[in-house]
């Protein structure tokens, strides 16, 4: 049987809550973090053959060389870009296959989402439309260079690992704004950034593993 048939919605939605309280027992506390976690399903972003482990917590195969990010990672990273605050206008830099750009649309009030590698955004595209989140834009370009046409962002949130912090996302944050990284090679730790006026901020959260950020498009 497969999760993406009627029938299967409610298995689906069972695997979604045990998710989501495993989430809870490992440490998420932000309740519209977990609702938003609760509202995507994430079967409906990976291959049918991998549908059954899409409520697992790890990361999965998406193609081109790619992976949808781990749920713990995600529910992770916009809590802690929550804390006290609201996500607002948000970029995100890596979309893949869309999994974290809609769960941002539950959180942000505007989603800018790009992907260098457009099949990979069409991926997006489709996999989206059914859910028609009307915050959502997706965009095929570079995010090192960030999103200009549509900045500043309270919220920056990049979903492959950067060598050093991009000084474009760094310009690209609104006053009072978040950046959200992963740093590294094969050792990599998230980084958070915060603007105050001209001054940026800087902390090191959790080790982590994501795919690289690479510059150009393809
Ligand atoms: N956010 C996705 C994770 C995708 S993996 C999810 O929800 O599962 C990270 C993605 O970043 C890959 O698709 C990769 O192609 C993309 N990427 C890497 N470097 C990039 C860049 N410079 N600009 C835009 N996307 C990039």
Redesign the pocket.
């Known amino acids: 049987m497969s999760l993406r048939r009627p029938d299967a919605v409610q298995a689906a939605a069972r695997a979604r809550a045990r998710m989501v309280e495993r989430l809870r027992a490992q440490g998420i506390r932000d309740d519209k973090v977990l609702a938003a976690m609760m509202q995507v399903p994430r079967h409906a ?1 990976v291959e049918e053959g991998l549908a059954y482990s899409a409520y697992d917590d790890t990361a999965l195969p ?1 193609g ?1 060389q ?4 781990q749920p713990f990672v ?1 529910a992770k990273m916009i809590e802690a870009l929550r804390a006290g605050r609201e996500l607002g206008r948000t970029l ?10 809609a769960v941002l649309s539950f959180v942000a009030t505007e989603v800018y989402a ?4 457009r099949p ?1 955004l069409d991926v997006a595209r489709e996999n989206l439309r059914p859910l028609r989140l009307p915050n959502v834009r997706l965009k095929c ?4 260079m960030g999103l200009p046409e549509a900045a500043p962002y309270d919220t920056i949130i990049v ?2 690992a950067a060598a050093s912090v991009p000084a474009s996302l760094k310009e690209q944050l609104a006053p009072g704004g978040r950046l959200m990284l992963p740093v590294g090679g094969a050792d990599q730790r998230l980084v958070m950034i915060e603007r105050q006026g001209n001054v940026f901020r800087e902390s090191r959260l959790e080790a982590v593993r ?6 150009g498009t393809e």
């Open positions: 972003f998406i081109y790619q992976t949808i990010s995600v995100e830099v890596g979309a893949g296959c869309g999994y974290q750009a790009v992907e260098r590698i990979l370009a570079d995010g090192t979903a492959a994501f795919v690289p950020l690479l510059t």
